[in-house]
């Protein structure tokens, strides 16, 4: 479904067409993307919002394996991700963006983050990120066993594996 409404910009106060579309994606529920550009300011506005929410949901999957990391992971806007023996946890902000990836896209996605350190980080903080990287390597190696733990409250995630086990996710107060 897909509807266009007119409305100001909220920078120029220049009439602009807001568009308002539902879409089906994989592993998730339908979502709503809300657009809107303005030619006379440059002014964009992007947006998506699940249209469904399934119960909290807690996964976790222990990774022993290089074979481990081909299993698929889902990760809503919502949900956390974890791995502890790394002292690792991820929270979603206001910029969380959920994905579909794997267990070595998620390893990807962390080493990108912890390789930031070495351009701002102090010393020690430069020290941390080069042992962290090297832990995951050897991760990706399968000479590491971890656990990987997804947290959920929207319920819209989920690590696709037989050995996953699935709870309740009640979050903390």
């Not at 592993?27 to 909290?56: E, M, N, R, W």
């Not at 976790?60 to 698929?72: H, N």
């Not at 991700?81 to 962390?110: A, K, T, W």
Request: hydrophobic share 35%.
């Amino acid at each position: 479904m897909e509807t266009r409404v007119p409305g100001p910009c909220p920078y120029c106060n220049t009439e602009i067409e807001y568009l308002y579309k539902t879409e089906n994606i994989p592993y998730f529920s339908d979502i709503l993307i809300i657009s809107a550009v303005c030619s006379s300011c440059g002014y964009k506005y992007v947006d998506t919002q699940l249209l469904k929410h399934g119960d909290p949901a807690r996964y976790t999957l222990p990774i022993s394996t290089a074979e481990d990391l081909d299993i698929r992971v889902i990760r809503s806007m919502s949900a956390s991700i974890e791995i502890p023996e790394l002292g690792v946890r991820i929270d979603p902000g206001p910029r969380c963006e959920g994905f579909v990836s794997n267990v070595e896209g998620v390893l990807d996605r962390i080493e990108q983050v912890v390789k930031g350190a070495f351009l701002w980080g102090t010393d020690e903080e430069k020290e941390n990120a080069a042992l962290l990287i090297a832990d995951i390597a050897r991760v990706k190696a399968g000479l590491c066993p971890v656990t990987l733990i997804v947290e959920d409250p929207s319920g819209n995630s989920m690590i696709v594996a037989d050995n996953t086990v699935k709870e309740p996710y009640v979050p903390e107060e």
